[in-house]
């Protein structure tokens, strides 16, 4: 399966850029990444053939095992739109195939990432039956 994390913006501080290289390398045991960073302005295409989610604050909500059990009913490939600080235009969240809340809190975008990142670790982990669940 191919996982893409489209983001607008880059990761800055060096703390973020640790962590997702970790996850970035978790991940390769169950899937092709490609994370594809954006500059805030240049228009986000939908990716051919591929589930798109857009993490906005008004889109669902899941648990862990909720969140495991989409990506295997969708089962196909998966790209991640992630905005910049100033959120995602209507446009890219009205054609996206899901909207995806992390929580009701506002985090920054690099943030988001992160957490993006560990949820969607811990979802193949969750489906492959993994230790990293608790």
Same mark, same amino acid.
């Given at each position: 399966?191919n ?6 913006? %880059? ?5 973020? %850029? @640790?962590?997702?290289? @970790? ?6 045991a ?9 500059? $805030? ?6 990716? $051919? +053939? ?15 095992? @909720?969140?495991?059990? %989409? ?15 100033? /959120?995602?235009? @209507?446009?890219? %969240? ?13 985090? $920054? ?9 560990e949820?969607?670790y ?7 039956? /993994?230790k990293?669940? +608790?």
């Amino acid at each position: 399966m191919n996982v893409n994390i489209i983001t607008l913006g %880059k990761l800055r501080e060096n703390y973020f %850029k @640790e962590a997702s290289a @970790e996850y970035e390398k978790r991940l390769s045991a169950y899937c092709k990444l490609k994370i594809i960073e954006l500059e $805030p302005s240049k228009p986000i295409i939908k990716i $051919p +053939k591929s589930f798109c989610t857009a993490l906005c604050s008004e889109g669902e909500k899941y648990t862990s095992e @909720e969140f495991a059990e %989409k990506l295997l009913r969708i089962g196909q490939n998966l790209s991640f739109i992630i905005g910049s600080s100033e /959120g995602l235009a @209507e446009s890219i %969240k009205s054609s996206a195939d899901l909207k995806l809340s992390l929580s009701d809190m506002t985090f $920054p975008y690099q943030l988001a990432r992160i957490m993006l990142l560990e949820q969607i670790y811990r979802a193949f982990s969750i489906n492959n039956n /993994g230790k990293y669940h +608790k």
